[in-house]
C-alpha cells in the first residue's frame, strides 16, 4: 500500500447476495488517487458506481481486494474505528442526500461536527452556505425544501468538518446549470485552496470536466482513465462506450 495516497483500491471484489443468487457488481477495480486529487467516476446505470463509493466509505464490505483510504486500510477497522475513521476523514455527500428529516438544514450541517465533538465554526458554515446557495434556507426542514436546495444542504454538511477525501454520488443531479456551476466550483476550490481529495461520480460530461481525471466504470471494472478531461472528449469517450455496449 503506498501511504502517499489518498485513495487506493486493489483488486476490488464486490457481490450482492439475495437468498442463494449472488449478483456480482465489481469484479477487479484498481483504483489510485492521490491526495489534492479531483477524479470523476462515469458509467453506465447499474455499473456499480454507488457500491464502489459505499465499499470506499466502509459502509460497503467487500469481499475480495483491499482498500486504503490515506493509508488505512477501512476494512481492518473494527466497526467503532471505522465510524470514527468516517467520522473524522470523510465526507460523503449520499445520491438521495440522507438528511434527517426532524432537524432543520442548519442542524443537518452541524451534525458531523457534533457527533467529532469539533468546536463549531460558524463563519465557515456561513462561507460554505453562500458558496451553495442555501442562506436563506437554513431553519427549513428537508420536506420544506426542492430536491435541489436538499442536495445542496448535503454538499454543504460534507464539507462542513473539512474532510481530506469528499466522497460524492452524483452532487448535482438535482441542480440547474447556475447552481451546478457554483457546487463545482466550490468543489474545485476545496482541492486547489484545502488540499482535499474528491471522488464524484457523475453522468454529466460538464461536472466531470472539474476533475482532474475521469474514470469510467464498466462491467464492475475501471475501462479507461482520462487525465484533464474536457466537456467534449468526455463526451466522446461516452459514446463510443454506449455504442460498443448496446444490446
Ligand atoms: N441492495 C442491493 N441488493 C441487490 N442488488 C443491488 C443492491 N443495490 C444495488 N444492487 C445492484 O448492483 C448494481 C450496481 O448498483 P449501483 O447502485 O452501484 O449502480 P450505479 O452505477 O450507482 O447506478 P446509477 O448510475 O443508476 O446510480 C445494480 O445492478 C443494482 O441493481
Ligand atoms: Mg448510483
Not at 449478483?23 to 477495480?29: I, K, Y
Not at 455527500?93 to 460558524?122: C, F, H, K, T
Not at 474514470?215 to 484533464?228: C, P, Q, S
Request: contains cysteine.
Amino acid at each position: 500500500m503506498n501511504q502517499q495516497l489518498a485513495l487506493d483500491v486493489q483488486d476490488l471484489g464486490y457481490s450482492y447476495r439475495t437468498g442463494r443468487l449472488e449478483t456480482p457488481v465489481l469484479t477487479g477495480v484498481d483504483l489510485m488517487v492521490e491526495q489534492g486529487e479531483f477524479v470523476a467516476i462515469m458509467g453506465p446505470s447499474g455499473s456499480g458506481k454507488s457500491t464502489l463509493l459505499n465499499c470506499i466509505a466502509g459502509l460497503d464490505t467487500p469481499q475480495n481486494g483491499r482498500i486504503a483510504v490515506s493509508g488505512v486500510a477501512i476494512h481492518e477497522l473494527d466497526e467503532t474505528d471505522r465510524t470514527l475513521f468516517r467520522r473524522e476523514q470523510i465526507g460523503f455527500v449520499y445520491q438521495d442526500y440522507g438528511l434527517i428529516e426532524s432537524l432543520d438544514a442548519r442542524a443537518n450541517i452541524e451534525l458531523p461536527m457534533r457527533m467529532s465533538r469539533r468546536v463549531m465554526d460558524p463563519h465557515w458554515l456561513n462561507q460554505l452556505a453562500h458558496a451553495t446557495g442555501i442562506v436563506h434556507y437554513l431553519a427549513r426542514r428537508p420536506a420544506q425544501l426542492s430536491g435541489g436546495q436538499q442536495q445542496r444542504v448535503a454538499i454543504t454538511r460534507a464539507l462542513m468538518t473539512r474532510p481530506k477525501l469528499v466522497i460524492a454520488d452524483e452532487p448535482t443531479g438535482a441542480l440547474d446549470t447556475r447552481t451546478s456551476a457554483a457546487v463545482l466550483t466550490l468543489l474545485r476550490e476545496c482541492v486547489d485552496d484545502l488540499g482535499q481529495t474528491i471522488v464524484m461520480v457523475t453522468h454529466d460530461p460538464v461536472a466531470a470536466s472539474y476533475s482532474d481525471s475521469v474514470i469510467l466504470l464498466v462491467d464492475g471494472h475501471v475501462e479507461d482513465r482520462i487525465k484533464a478531461p474536457r466537456a467534449e472528449t468526455i463526451a466522446e469517450h461516452l459514446a463510443k462506450l454506449e455504442a460498443a455496449t448496446d444490446p
